[in-house]
C-alpha cells in the first residue's frame, strides 16, 4: 500500500512542478545532453552503411523569445569495418514557437567540423557536415527537462562527389537558467 501511495505523491509533486515551469526566454541559457543511435548512408554502393553512436554537449543563449544560437561538442563512435571515433565541433541556431508554459516545439540548423581517429578510410573522408532539427524541449520542472528531436544530416567529403546522409531521431536531457 505504502508504493502506490508514494508514487501518486511524486506524481502529483511532479505535476505541481510542472504548472510552474516556463518556456526559455530571452536572455537565458540551455545546457543539453543528447544521444542518438543512427546509420550513415555513404551513398555508395561500394561502402557500406556507417554505424554510429552519438553524445553531444550543447549550449545556447537565447537572443529573443523565439531565437537561439550556440555550440555543440560531439563524440560519435562508429562501426564500418572496424570501431572509429569522431569528434564534431560546431554551431547551431534554432527558432523556438512559444505555444505553452512547459512545452516549445522548435526548428533548427547546425554546421560542424569533424575530426576522426582514423587517418584514411571511409570515415576519414567525412571532414564536415549540416543539417536540420525539428523537435520538441519539454521543460517540467523550472530549470530542467527533456528533448527529442529528428535531425536530418549531409555529411561532406573532401574532394568527393558523393556525400553521406544521415535521419536520427535524438532524445536528451536539457538544463535552463
Known amino acids: ?3 502506490p501511495t508514494l508514487a501518486l505523491v511524486l506524481l502529483a509533486s511532479c505535476g505541481a512542478a510542472a504548472l510552474q515551469a516556463d518556456a526559455p526566454k530571452a536572455g537565458e541559457k540551455e545546457l543539453g545532453l543528447q544521444f542518438n543511435y543512427s546509420n550513415l548512408d555513404t551513398g555508395t554502393s561500394s561502402s557500406p552503411n556507417i554505424e554510429s553512436t552519438q ?54 540548423a547546425h554546421a560542424a567540423f569533424l575530426s576522426s581517429s582514423l587517418p584514411n578510410g571511409a570515415l576519414a573522408d567525412y571532414k564536415n557536415y549540416y543539417g536540420l532539427e ?6 517540467p520542472w523550472d530549470h530542467a527537462g527533456f528533448t527529442f528531436a529528428a ?23 536539457g538544463l535552463k537558467w
Open 151 to 173: 535531425t536530418w544530416d549531409t555529411y561532406v567529403k573532401d574532394h568527393a562527389p558523393d556525400n553521406g546522409t544521415q535521419f536520427a531521431l535524438v532524445v536528451g536531457l
Open 55 to 108: 553524445l553531444k554537449a550543447s549550449y545556447g543563449y537565447l537572443l529573443t523569445d523565439h531565437h537561439e544560437i550556440g555550440g555543440f561538442l560531439g563524440y560519435t563512435s562508429q562501426k564500418v569495418y572496424q570501431t572509429a571515433s569522431t569528434t564534431a565541433f560546431g554551431v547551431a541556431y534554432s527558432y523556438n514557437f512559444q505555444i505553452g508554459k512547459e512545452t516549445t516545439p522548435y526548428l533548427g
Open 1 to 3: 500500500m505504502l508504493k
Open 134 to 139: 525539428a523537435g520538441l524541449k519539454v521543460y
